[in-house]
């Protein structure tokens, strides 16, 4: 391992300062912004008041009255030089986000890869938001559908993907003619901050057509969040977190008819059957349990193993999780960083207690004594799905239980309430296709012989149940942040009625 860098907090702070975030930001608020690499408050930075919140909505509202009217291929341009401002600033950004959120050096700067991915993608879309000419069945008329801009999109992240979640949105909103409302976790405001600088540095170089407040930050905690979901001037609401948040989220746009696309918790299983390639399998579930510290809402939780490998596979796993380097994320070599709080740690003891009471057989899931909250990820032998198992925590376990045929294990696997990512190690080809057939997972991500973790973004994002079924980043989920017009045009001199109704006057 590497020496000791620096403190984390003069760390971040150089870096906030060559991204250009202004000093008064970072200079009192009532916000703390703490790093979990020490857990110490980074620097106080201010947060909006509900009423300044609204004030800045209505700004980003006459931002989108006059973006709608600029060319898509021109839109797209802002979003080109979006990246490439991602790209210069990349090693700073992935720092920041490691200093912020935990996540180790690769993982931060792989976060910021998957913002420039989606700014390429998104300028490549600025030119193909296409509609369909539909036949009609009256003569001497047309058919057709146009996508409109939307308005403002609101955007409510979490705190584990403090930046690219924001991308996703953003990067297609921004293409599709729409302003962008950002209402960032509470606990990563820095990184909020210093992505909001780089927008602002593109939109300079971009000029005049990229009106001012085209994205806004909205700074605070959920009571901010509740301003975003309330406004009339918000059509559509993509927020990410917890099914918790997504309980709260989804009526309140459901009473204002408002659009929500929700990406919530997820319980991810994988399914480790006869034939898998079992060298490449620890490697996929040992990165997918313990990378991003189980942070991840893509994280394994689950694992079938087929009875006929289990004791091999957990003998095998324990040996993993034994050796895997846990410390700074700055440090070299480091695979599993810090929790985000202490109350991750104590959410995660309480589960492993928990386990422990049902049957389970824990092994590892210490706390490592160093400030911070550092803790040895967990392994534990299930005799069944307890309850415990079928909820979400946040941390670093892996339940592991043991099948004896396919349809059991994917029975086992759909019987979670969330339904965000799954997989299946087996290089039997028939019982791939089960699983990824119409009886087989019920996730919105279902993979065969790689994990559950770690999506690219050209395809559509997202899950079922309690996941909350919103899709975002590639294929066609653009089509959430615009509104379809179909028109018909008659170019004839009669008006023949559609289904033959006559209506004569
Ligand atoms: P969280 O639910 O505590 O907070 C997420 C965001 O929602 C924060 O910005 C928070 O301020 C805001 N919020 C909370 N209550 C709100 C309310 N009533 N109104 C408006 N906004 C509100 O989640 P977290 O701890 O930051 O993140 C972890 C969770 O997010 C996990 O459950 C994880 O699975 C999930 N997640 C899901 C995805 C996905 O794509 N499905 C991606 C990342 C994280």
Redesign the pocket.
Same mark, same amino acid.
């Given at each position: 391992m590497s020496a000791i860098p620096p403190s984390p907090i003069q760390d971040a702070l150089q870096i906030l300062g060559r991204l250009g975030v202004a000093p008064e930001d970072l200079a009192g608020g009532d916000l703390a912004a703490r790093t979990p690499v020490t857990g110490e408050v980074i620097c106080r930075t201010p947060v909006l008041t509900p009423e300044a919140a609204a004030r800045r909505i209505e700004a980003a509202h006459r931002a989108f009255l006059a973006w709608r009217r600029v060319p898509a291929p021109r839109r797209g341009e802002l979003v080109r030089l979006f990246g490439e401002e991602l790209r210069a600033a990349k090693s700073d950004l992935g720092r920041l986000v490691t200093l912020e959120a935990g996540k180790v050096a690769s993982e931060g700067l792989g976060e910021v890869q998957e913002m420039i991915d989606i700014c390429d993608f998104a300028v490549g879309l600025s030119r193909q938001l296409y509609g369909l000419t539909l036949a009609t069945e009256r003569p001497d008329h047309r058919m057709m559908e146009t996508w409109h801009p939307l308005g403002v999109v609101g955007v409510?992240?979490?705190?584990?993907?403090p930046v690219a979640?924001w991308s996703w949105n953003a990067a297609l909103a921004l293409v599709c003619g729409d302003a962008v409302a950002w209402?960032?976790?509470?606990?990563t405001p820095l990184t909020a901050l210093a992505v909001q600088a780089l927008f602002q540095r593109a939109a300079a170089r971009f000029g005049p057509d990229a009106p001012a407040d085209l994205c806004v930050l909205l700074q605070g905690?959920?009571e901010?969040?509740?301003v975003?979901?309330d406004h009339p001037r918000v059509p559509l609401v993509s927020?990410?977190?917890?099914? =918790?948040?997504g309980r709260?989220?989804a009526p309140r746009l459901a009473a204002r008819f408002a659009r929500a696309l929700l990406?919530? #918790? #997820?319980n991810n299983a994988a399914i480790l059957a006869p034939s898998a390639d079992l060298e490449l399998a620890i490697r996929a579930v040992a990165f997918a349990a313990m990378g991003t510290a189980g942070? =991840?809402?893509?994280t394994l939780r689950r694992l079938f193993v087929h009875e006929s490998l289990h004791g091999e596979v957990v003998e095998r796993l324990k040996a993993v999780y034994a050796r895997v380097a846990i410390g700074d994320p700055r440090e070299a070599g480091v695979l599993v960083g810090p929790l985000?709080d202490g109350a991750a740690g104590e959410s995660m003891a309480a589960a492993l207690s928990e386990a422990a009471t049902e049957g389970g057989r824990v092994h590892g899931g210490e706390r490592i004594d160093r400030p911070g909250t550092y803790v040895r990820p967990a392994l534990v032998e299930m005799p069944s799905q307890a309850p415990v198992v079928l909820r979400?925590t946040?941390a670093p376990i892996l339940y592991v239980m043991s099948y004896r045929d396919l349809g059991e294990a994917i029975a086992a696997q759909n019987a979670a309430p969330q339904g965000?990512s799954s997989c299946i190690f087996t290089l039997n080809m028939r019982e791939a296709e089960t699983f990824l057939s119409a009886v087989g997972s019920d996730c919105g991500i279902a993979n065969v012989n790689i994990g559950p973790s770690g999506a690219e973004i050209g395809g559509a994002?997202?899950?079922e149940k309690e996941? #909350?079924g919103g899709r975002e980043s590639g294929s066609d989920s653009w089509k959430a942040y615009m509104r379809r017009a179909t028109n018909t045009i008659n170019y004839g001199d009669s008006l023949p009625l559609a289904q033959g109704v006559a209506f004569e006057v």
């Open positions: 409510i992240s979490a705190f584990n993907f979640v209402k960032p976790s509470e606990k905690g959920p901010v969040g509740e975003l979901v927020a990410t977190g917890s099914t =918790r948040m709260q989220v990406e919530l #918790g #997820g942070q =991840r809402c893509t985000i979400e946040f965000l994002f997202g899950g996941t #909350g």
